[in-house]
């Protein structure tokens, strides 16, 4: 372009050049003929006289000479503006070169992304289509770019002709540029065996990575050619199909970790029953029995029988009867205050965080802090409210575990709650109020406390007795048969005997004590009749009652 450039340039310099040299060869010729003429006048002609060239030749090529010079000019002037011209296209050439370079480098990189579309059209696309796509681009391209670079170029018409040219040789880039795109496509392989982007992608997808979103613009661009359903719509559905089966797939998984877990826990607690049992069991077989000294020489076969576990019915029998001595000295300190009704009033005391009377607060308050000391580990112990209580806080302490295990579900606190305030305690204390209201609550605790201890002895009552007859005990068992086993576990001479005793302890323990005068004999703290009645009426039958609960399930 340069060298052509230069022709073109060189070419006006040497017309001007020959135009020049012209132009002087004819002024040294004038001013010769002017000088022979002077001395031709000089010799011939008057001074005022006008001589006329006769000489019609030369007047021509005098005309001929002026004519010359003002083409001369002309071309001079045209060859300083064609030089401009020429200078100016030589600039719009590179810049269009740049141009040019520019839609290459978008061509080279455009090869990926319609290789990606071939593979994921599996219809095929139609080249002619594509190759209009392709050059559609290139043009919007070069549109596009051409105004950033359009400072340089010269919009008037007179520039027409290099433009003319410059979009000759930009036709032919393109075309050229075209060839390569068609081979490029031609040595690319089957989509389907392709190991482009687009099958990365997909098996990028089915690993549930992240999509790149600039590469869906492009997708979105393709897919309105194409028509159909977008491939990155039928990726974003996939993504979204496999991502709701994981989410599926892991909520299962942690449903059956959940299970896993749980059953984990209870056979960890199995086996901690089973151990702590084989653990008591060698101890008691290795240790002495600690109620070996209360024992009579009569019981002594009792005993052996029972060894296994060194419980037998006579040493239940005994701790019965002690806890008579409590019991009726629980009763006989509750007689000390009157009713005292507001402690059972729930609206008596309104009590921040708390609903319910001062009876109740006291109770649950009480039994939440003996729970933490660890009353409740001894299987003899029922809350009357479990729910919620706080976890023993001191070192567990290695019960006998003499009990079947259906033992644990047995409370029947709430009855007794009932037979305590509804019909017991109305019949034992004077009406009225003395206001020692929190006193009354400890007391009524205490009474409560001891016989629900009395009622649910007798799990232990029922156990030495399967164990003495189990071969009675067993089909009434599983028969679940009530009344059978009802007959099977009253001694009517023990009852009598219990009643008669209680009554005896009433009047002993609830005597007034003075010295040397017996003036107030037959009056007693807590009537012996009314402790016999809450015996014959309320303890054995509900003690019977747990015994009869325990035995039905004793076999489970
Ligand atoms: C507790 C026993 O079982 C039954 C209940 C009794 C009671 O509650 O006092 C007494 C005799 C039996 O009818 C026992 O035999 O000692």
Known sequence: MDGCSGLNCSAPRRIAARLFSALKRRKVKGRVNVGQRKEDDDDVAPPNHVTRRPDSSSERSGREANYNVVIGCFLLRLVAVTEKELQKMAELRIQMAAVLENVKDELRNKDLFITAKEIESNNGIDGDLELEFDGDLISNKVIFDQPLKCEYVPKEEKYLEGMDRLEAELEAELERLQLHLDASKLSSTHPQQSNGNSSARSYSMSCGEVIDPTIYGEEEECAQLHCGVPPYELERRLHELLESRQEEQIRELEAALASAKQELVDKEREISWWKDTAQLMSIHVQQPSPFGSKLSSACKHEMARAEHNNVTLEMVRDSLIRQEDTIVYSLIER??????????????????????????????????????????????????????????????????????????????????????????????????????????????????????????????????????????????????????????????????AVKNRVAKKAMTFGQEVKLGDDGDKGKYKVDPAIVSGLYADWVIPLTKEVEIDYLLRRLD
């Not at 000391?373 to 302490?397: C, I, K, M, Q, T």
């Not at 047995?410 to 204390?429: A, G, R």
């Not at 164990?467 to 576990?489: H, S, V």
Request: charged share 25%.
């Open 335 to 496: 007689a000390r205050f009157p009713l005292n009704p507001p402690t059972y009033d729930p609206s008596y005391a309104s009590i921040p965080g708390f609903s319910g009377s001062l009876l109740e607060l006291f109770v649950k308050q009480t039994e939440a802090v003996q729970a933490k000391a660890g009353r409740y580990d001894n299987p003899e112990e029922h809350p009357f409210f479990p729910d919620n209580l706080p976890p023993s806080l001191v070192p567990h302490y290695k019960y006998p575990e003499v009990l079947h295990r259906a033992a644990m579900s047995i409370n029947i606190n709430k009855l007794i709650w009932d037979m305590y305030f509804n019909k017991l305690l109305p019949s034992f204390v004077s009406p009225g109020d003395d206001g020692n209201y929190a006193l009354t609550a400890a007391r009524d605790l205490e009474c409560l406390q001891a016989i629900s201890r009395r009622i649910h002895y007798g799990k232990l009552v029922a156990e030495v007795k399967f164990r003495d007859e189990r071969k009675d005990y067993e089909p009434a068992i599983r028969a679940q048969d009530r009344f059978t086993l009802t007959n099977l576990l009253t001694f009517t001479n023990v009852e009598e």
